[in-house]
């Protein structure tokens, strides 16, 4: 099972205007570290229950605004990352929105930094043979503005950015940013950005490449050709896709209006993917994404341990969008807007001149199948079901065979990595 995401800052200026060199550059790649910088006891929670809180504020945007029958993919992580990094640059009016829409009005940028470097450190190194996890920034710097060293620093040092030189002139600038999303994705965002704006000062570039196996894998004998109702209900819409199928113990909740089901990911089970299935009523989808918005815990609560199967349709797509409605309508309308946008942390602004973003873009791609990893991982989840008590409920069967929600969360941080609604998987 592979999720990949990109999101991609633009930061633009009214006009292009000649000045100095950026005086930053090189374009080197940064060594990947091998172990880990921080421990697990120097994360700052408030800093990851922020970026969750804004990323289903967001998902929550983003799905009322998105037609029902689309698929859509977020990474509440690498937006709220991306955002975060382009803050520290920021004062006055713009710097309050930003940081208020980001649940961290009551840091300092300094504090947002570290917590960030801490953040993203460990996630860089998750300590489990069954998931890979790599995140990247890189800032792409407008060879004709001299830009703030001490911005260029912190994000360095804060999310591990690489940073490059641009031509806004140049047609190869496109072409650039595009071969890095590549790479960082491992060739599943080979497009990123059409054009590079002439009036460009920055581009930031923040990739997130997740590929975690199954605790336990799905057997692929076991998939079978079944139907899938886009609407909910039966209807001429209808159409078959490649049914997953596994028996086993697993976290699993019946609730008023939903059913969900938790799915270890990786050899020690250290994420995990949330099944959201909204019950056969006309709105349960809708309600269920609302709900979620409002309430955390139902993604991240306590769940029983049950015996049961799940049923799941094997599901791969790809989703791009611009979200700079949905974060105007969250509050962050002064970074927009080229008079009031106030970012001299970044580059200081030139007579009639002013830096403000000009877009927010944000591709995922999502790949889900049947893979899984050694034998070993059978273990630890009989373990697990070994050491819960025995449900009175009996097991239950859940077949996901309409739209629903779809969630990775990492268990040692806490962060959730991706949420999205799937309306549309591939068909057979």
Same mark, same amino acid.
């Given at each position: ?75 509440? &992580? @690498?937006? %709220? $990352? *991306? ?6 640059? +920021? /004062? ?6 930003? #940081? ?68 806004? &002139? @140049?047609? %190869? $600038? *496109? ?6 999303? +590549? /790479? ?6 080979? #497009? ?81 993917? +949330? ?154």
């Amino acid at each position: 099972m592979k999720v990949k995401v990109l999101i991609s800052v633009a930061c633009a200026v009214i006009a292009l205007v000649g000045s100095a060199g950026c005086g930053r550059g090189g374009g080197e790649v940064l060594e990947e570290k091998e172990v880990r910088h921080h421990a697990a006891s120097e994360l700052d929670p408030a800093i990851v229950e922020a970026a969750n809180r804004f990323g289903l504020a967001l998902y929550g945007r983003m799905a009322g605004a998105s037609p029902s029958e689309n698929n859509l993919l977020l990474s509440p &992580l @690498s937006v %709220s $990352a *991306a955002l975060a990094l382009v803050a520290s640059g +920021a /004062k006055n009016e713009t710097e309050d929105e930003m #940081k208020r829409m980001l649940g961290l009005e009551h840091y300092s940028s300094e504090s947002i930094g570290s917590g960030y470097r801490v953040f993203l450190d460990l996630l860089n190194h998750p300590q489990d043979d069954g998931i890979g996890l790599t995140f990247a920034s890189s800032l792409w710097l407008s060879e004709k503005r001299k830009f703030n060293s001490k911005f260029i620093d912190d994000s360095m040092s804060n999310f591990a950015a690489e940073t490059f030189p641009y031509d806004a &002139l @140049s047609s %190869s $600038a *496109a072409k650039r940013m595009n071969d890095w999303a +590549a /790479k960082k994705t491992n060739g599943a965002i080979k #497009k990123v950005i059409d054009q590079v704006d002439q009036n460009s000062v920055m581009y930031v570039l923040n990739a997130i490449d997740f590929d975690g196996a199954w605790t336990t894998p799905f057997r692929p004998e076991a998939t079978s050709r079944a139907k899938f109702y886009p609407t909910g209900f039966p209807s001429e819409g209808d159409y078959f896709v490649r049914m997953m199928s596994q028996g086993g113990m697993y976290e699993y909740g019946s609730m008023d209006g939903y059913e969900i089901i938790r799915l270890p990911i990786g050899r020690h089970g250290s994420a995990y993917m +949330a099944v959201i299935l909204p019950a056969k009523v006309e709105g349960a989808l809708a309600k269920l994404q609302a709900n979620i918005v409002s309430d955390l815990s139902l993604l991240t609560g306590k769940l029983d341990i049950r015996q049961g199967t799940i049923e799941l349709p094997k599901t791969k797509f790809d989703y791009a969008t611009n979200i700079n409605d949905s974060l105007k309508a969250l509050g962050m309308n002064a970074a927009f807007d080229s008079l009031k946008a106030s970012f001299p942390g970044i580059a200081e602004p030139l007579p009639d001149m002013n830096v403000f973003i000009g877009r927010v873009n944000h591709s995922t791609s999502f790949d889900m199948n049947e893979d899984g990893v050694s034998a070993s991982a059978v273990t630890m989840i009989e373990a697990m079901a070994g050491a819960a008590p025995p449900s009175p409920e009996g097991p239950f069967r859940m077949t996901v065979d309409r739209p629903f929600i779809v969630s990775i969360i990492d268990r040692e941080t806490g962060s959730i990595l991706f949420v999205g609604t799937v309306a549309h998987p591939n068909a057979d």
